[in-house]
């Protein structure tokens, strides 16, 4: 696609449930990250896939967050149980693995526990 | 990932050029300098990088001290659309994880 695309826009979740946030990456970016922002704070990383390598959790706040990358594109990220801390924007972002391309970041999914 | 520094905050003049400053003092050889904005409630936008030589786009300039240590952004003419959060990130070659830092919030004033 034209851009990086991520569903939902917003998500509003019980405490204590699961939710599922989707990340298209753009066709082609064999990089992936997902970051996590909370309200008027900086962008923390969360984890990293590139390729068919092992991917980088290092920012993986607890294991109630995982994330996995299929056939390479598609990317999900799942949080457990969730908490009201968990309350965030969930940015998605990709690239071409090289460092010299930068990141090109989805719009986001507002979750909000309640 | 080196660590950068930037000022928490900036005002500009619409139509003045707007230089906002990062240090990076702790950047190796093989890391890249990347800009990047944020308007509010939207994804971050890139702006511009460079590794060593000054660089210009349609949006803006990277001017990179010879040392490497520190960078300014620069939107020559800024606009009132220019107000947004902007991130200096440094990149090393495994293109793996940035550490983004809290930015600098520059506010363009009539």
């Known amino acids: 696609g034209a851009g990086v695309s991520q569903s939902p826009s917003n998500k509003v979740t019980e405490k204590g449930k699961d939710v599922e946030l989707r990340c298209d990456p753009i066709?082609?970016?064999?990089?992936l990250y997902w970051y996590r922002q909370s309200l008027g704070q900086g962008l923390e990383f969360l984890i990293y896939?590139?390729?068919?390598?092992?991917?980088?959790k290092s920012g993986l706040p607890s294991d109630r967050f995982s994330a996995e990358r299929t056939g390479g594109s598609v990317s999900t990220l799942t949080i457990q149980r969730t908490q009201q801390e968990d309350s965030a924007v969930y940015l998605c972002?990709?690239?071409?693995?090289?460092?010299?391309?930068?990141?090109?970041f989805g719009s986001g999914t507002r979750l909000t526990v309640v | 990932d080196a660590k950068t520094t930037q000022p928490p905050s900036m005002d500009c003049a619409e139509g003045r050029a707007a230089n906002l400053p990062c240090n990076h003092s702790t950047i190796s050889g093989n890391e890249y300098v990347y800009w990047y904005r944020q308007i509010h409630s939207q994804g971050p936008q890139y702006i511009i990088h460079g590794l060593k030589n000054n660089e210009t786009n349609e949006m803006a300039s990277l001017i990179i001290t010879e040392d490497r240590k520190s960078s300014t952004l620069i939107l020559p003419h800024a606009t009132l659309r220019d107000t947004a959060v902007y991130y200096c990130i440094v990149r090393n070659t495994n293109a793996g994880k940035s550490t983004f830092g809290d930015g600098t919030t520059l506010t363009v004033k009539p």
């Open positions: 066709s082609g970016h064999t990089a």
């Open positions: 896939f590139q390729g068919n390598s092992a991917p980088d």
């Open positions: 972002a990709s690239s071409y693995p090289a460092v010299r391309y930068g990141y090109t």
